[in-house]
């Protein structure tokens, strides 16, 4: 059983996804709406399932080396990038 509170990875995938929400509802006000929307379905969808993703086995870790897996899943955020 995969536990978030002493695996280290699943501690900063927590973090992560924590401290992400935190600034987005920090900033929200001030984002226009298409920015607004495409962050809050960045953090429920590629955020929620990545950190759910450690929670599963799929840690990102090979022979005690941390792999790409690892990585938060930004590709969405290049999105805001584009315009």
Known sequence: MADEMNDPE????????QGAFAVFETIEH??????????????????????????????GREGGKVTPACLPPIER???LRAD
Do not use: C, D, N, T
């Open 30 to 59: 001030a984002l226009p709406v298409r920015e607004r929307s495409i962050m809050y379905g960045w953090l429920q969808g590629e955020v929620a399932k990545w950190r759910k993703e450690a929670l599963r086995g799929k840690a």
């Open 10 to 17: 699943m501690s900063y995938r927590r973090g992560f996804a």
């Open 77 to 79: 955020l290049r999105e």
